[in-house]
């Protein structure tokens, strides 16, 4: 009886842990914001960034700002084509990987895609 008590309350622990804050987002998606005056920007000019995603998400890309831009990763594995103020572009990632990118208008823009 002791052990099955003991079992019984072990699994209600277990199934009632959360993940920690550095785990991937689920595959639903992840929306990154371009936010207003990106162009002059850096590593802020996307938020959130870096990002952490697992394999299979997409991330979605909402222009904020009144300029377009695109997002390009700097090995060409993907590229969005330019996004128009108020508009999105989306990317879904398959493989597991570190894929920086940049906006190619205005190349100080820059962001980090982790996909696990």
Known sequence: MLRTLIV???AIAAASCG?????PSSTSGTTISIVSGASALTATANSPNPVTIARGSTVTWVNNDSTTHDQTADGGSFNTGNIAP???ASVTFQNAGSFPYHCSIHPNM???ITVQ
Request: charged content about 15%.
């Open 8 to 10: 019984a309350i072990l």
């Open 19 to 23: 993940g920690d804050s550095t785990s």
């Open 86 to 88: 108020g508009a999105r």
């Open 110 to 112: 820059i962001g980090t």
